[in-house]
């Protein structure tokens, strides 16, 4: 769509506005999925010793440790990200401490960086990732592991020949799930980051909403949307759409 309110519009196709919104716009894309990529790998990282130490030992107690660990995350996103910029703030908690106890220089700044975003990603991608490798590890039959222990296999044979395989199923639903909602985020950026850490959903935000620049805006959102579609088409190749469903409900 083309054109203005003045004008009028048109509904017409203009390919080269694609190619001009990559070119423009290169560097904010590539810092999408760079930030997106390292806070779903630190995501992974984390929540899969947390749930496999649920599904495996967390007994009858499974569902009081998911839902104390889920109980954050139904607070506002907006208002979370507000305490991440407080508790990051040059006169925050952590900062404060690491500064009084020297640490850390007393001119050391957090917000405004990449790591204050990437913060503010996993964060809140951490549930996104909890629950479908859970789910993954709840469904392995013990009996698959105490076969591998009975051929004397070693604690990581076990892991690394049962386990890790058949939750590959839960990893890729979380890595998915996870990428989709932080390549394409654009308040962590807003709220904890700068000019230095903008992603291509702040720059959709901003032709959109203050340029009035439908157009390009409309170009970036479909280029971002077509490629995440790839990434959940390649996930349902491997693994089909029927794993997917079952990994997030």
């Known amino acids: 769509m083309t054109g203005n309110s003045i004008d009028g519009w048109t509904l017409t196709w203009n390919f080269s506005i694609f190619g001009d919104a990559i070119s423009t716009y290169s560097t904010q894309f590539g810092r999408s999925f760079l930030y997106g990529g390292i806070s779903t790998a630190v995501a992974l990282v984390t929540m899969y010793p947390v749930a496999y130490w649920i ?11 998911l839902f104390l660990l889920l109980l954050p995350f139904f607070v506002s996103f907006v208002i979370r990200i507000l305490a991440w910029q407080f508790i990051l703030a040059d006169d925050g908690i952590i900062l404060s401490a690491l500064k009084d106890i020297g640490l850390v220089p007393a001119d050391t700044h957090v917000l405004s960086t990449p790591f204050a975003v990437v913060a503010g990603l996993t964060y809140d991608a951490l549930p996104f990732m909890l629950l479908p490798l859970y789910v993954a590890l709840q469904r392995i039959d013990p009996a698959h592991v105490e076969a591998a222990a009975d051929l004397y296999a070693t604690g990581a044979a076990r892991f690394r020949t049962v386990i890790l395989p058949l939750s590959a199923p839960g990893i ?18 807003s709220i904890l980051g700068g000019p230095s850490t903008t992603m291509i959903g702040n720059i959709i935000q901003t032709q959109y909403v203050n340029n009035a620049d439908y157009p390009i805006a409309s170009a970036l959102a479909l280029i971002l949307m077509v490629t995440l579609m790839l990434a959940m088409a390649v996930y349902a190749r491997v693994f089909g759409t029927r794993t997917l469903q079952e990994h997030i409900g």
């Open 55 to 65: 599904a495996f030992h967390g007994g009858r107690f499974k569902s009081v440790l």
């Open 172 to 189: 890729y639903a979380g890595i998915v799930l996870v990428a989709i909602t932080n390549i394409g985020d654009y308040l962590s950026a």
